[in-house]
């Protein structure tokens, strides 16, 4: 069972501590990591868990605590907070978590990337993962969106984007429901695993987006 560090949490949602990396996070990130659906569109291969510890520690030795110089990165793992105490309050969305095979709190069961594409721009991307077995109950989004609101308050960014595959329609839908736009279409964009794919971009700026 993973350790809670309060030091490392950076962002807390109704359901997730977001927070920096860590070395026993290796297991959890191994069954998402490893899984053929979820890396479909993802640059990673289907992972062992050699290489999930190779580049979770390559991750903890290079990556940045904040966004200041362009190239600057972070991932933050998403961490289940323990919702067994919330179901009196009648909550389904927390009763259909703390039900979801493999619950336990302090799992770890996604991530969120951002990284600082120009300082001179003010420009950074974003992205997510979710674990198979958690998806559809609104992580990503909650993950997200807290993310790009404290990224907004605290780095100096005017516009954040994302990249996404157009094989990949449940997540441009997830970049939408958040309030970014889709600004074109890019054909042939990208050679990725053997074969050459479109990609959408998907923006919002720092005046548009709803905290």
Request: proline share 3%.
């Amino acid at each position: 069972m993973n350790r809670i560090n309060n030091s490392d949490i950076v962002i807390e949602t109704q359901r997730l501590n977001l927070r920096f990396l860590r070395p026993d996070d290796v297991d959890d990130l191994l069954e998402y990591q490893s899984h053929p659906e979820i890396v479909r569109y993802i640059p990673w291969p289907e992972r062992t868990r050699d290489q999930v510890e190779e580049a979770l520690q390559k991750t903890i030795n290079t990556g940045a605590r904040e966004l200041k110089n362009t190239g600057d990165f972070f991932v933050l793992a998403w961490e289940l907070k323990d919702l067994g105490e919330s179901q009196s309050s009648g909550s389904s969305k927390n009763a259909k978590t703390v039900a979801t095979k493999g619950y336990r709190p302090g799992k770890v069961i996604g991530q969120s990337n951002m990284s600082l594409r120009s300082t001179h721009d003010q420009l950074s991307d974003i992205g997510w993962v979710t674990h198979q077995d958690f998806q559809r109950q609104g992580f990503a989004y909650e993950a997200t969106h807290a993310l790009m609101a404290y990224a907004f308050k605290n780095f100096p960014l005017h516009r954040i984007v994302a990249d996404i595959d157009t094989r990949n329609p449940e997540s441009a839908a997830m970049a939408e429901k958040l309030g970014m736009r889709r600004e074109g279409e890019f054909k042939d964009a990208e050679f990725f695993k053997g074969a050459w794919c479109d990609m959408w971009l998907y923006a919002i700026l720092k005046a548009e987006f709803q905290a």
